[in-house]
T-cell receptor, first 113, second 114 residues
Framework: DVKVTQSSRYLVKRTGEKVFLECVQDMDHENMFWYRQDPGLGLRLIYFSYDVKMKEKGDIPEGYSVSREKKERFSLILESASTNQTSMYLC????????????FGPGTRLTVT | QKEVEQNSGPLSVPEGAIASLNCTYSDRGSQSFFWYRQYSGKSPELIMSIYSNGDKEDGRFTAQLNKASQYVSLLIRDSQPSDSATYLC??????????????FGRGTQLTVWP
């Protein structure tokens, strides 16, 4: 079974703090994705990566950065957390060939106060 | 026009009924189509995938794809209260370097009442 894990299930941070969200997958997937999900807005893609050290912006990259130093790990960084970044953050991974089905981690519910 | 659109619902059906969830997509070149189920407070879980026109059945779930009409649907037969969740439609829309990206609809909330 595909397994995607995220470092924290719940996280509370203060405005202005630097926040790191970690995602690890164990299925040797090339593609990894970071989304945020808010009521009424659905899933929105923040960043994705097709390979180690490679990244591409999604639809809402402002205020975020990412790092992928190893194939299995994809990190999302909030350089200076703001209250409008309070959300559910979801990581997903998929193969680079075939049908592209994505598998999600359990999510991190981040609250910025 | 959004890449993927779903009936926002909510959809409410009695236990034992057939629930029908619908999705349309914008890109005729799309090749891969998925349905995810998401329980409240949980992450999306892949439940069905379909790649060619017609029906695909898996237990109580049937996915239907009509590429000419750019339409994909999910039928849930003999609906159970445990099927109550939000269902997300996702489509692989091929655009240059975004190969591998999925576009998601906003989801349809389904409630199955006993």
């Amino acid at each position: 079974d595909v397994k995607v894990t995220q470092s924290s299930r719940y996280l509370v941070k203060r405005t202005g703090e630097k926040v790191f969200l970690e995602c690890v997958q164990d299925m040797d997937h090339e593609n990894m994705f970071w989304y945020r999900q808010d009521p009424g807005l659905g899933l929105r893609l923040i960043y994705f990566s097709y390979d180690v050290k490679m990244k591409e912006k999604g639809d809402i990259p402002e205020g975020y950065s990412v790092s992928r130093e190893k194939k299995e790990r994809f990190s999302l960084i909030l350089e200076s957390a703001s209250t409008n970044q309070t959300s559910m953050y979801l990581c997903a991974s998929s193969l680079s060939t075939g049908r592209y089905e994505q598998y999600f981690g359990p999510g991190t519910r981040l609250t910025v106060t | 026009q959004k890449e993927v659109e779903q009936n926002s619902g909510p959809l409410s059906v009695p236990e034992g009924a057939i629930a029908s969830l619908n999705c349309t997509y914008s890109d005729r070149g799309s090749q891969s189509f998925f349905w995810y189920r998401q329980y409240s407070g949980k992450s999306p879980e892949l439940i069905m995938s379909i790649y060619s026109n017609g029906d695909k059945e898996d237990g109580r779930f049937t996915a239907q794809l009509n590429k000419a009409s750019q339409y994909v649907s999910l039928l849930i037969r003999d609906s159970q209260p445990s099927d109550s969740a939000t269902y997300l439609c996702a489509v692989n829309i091929r655009r240059g370097s975004t190969l591998g990206r999925l576009y998601f609809g906003r989801g349809t909330q389904l409630t199955v009442w006993p």
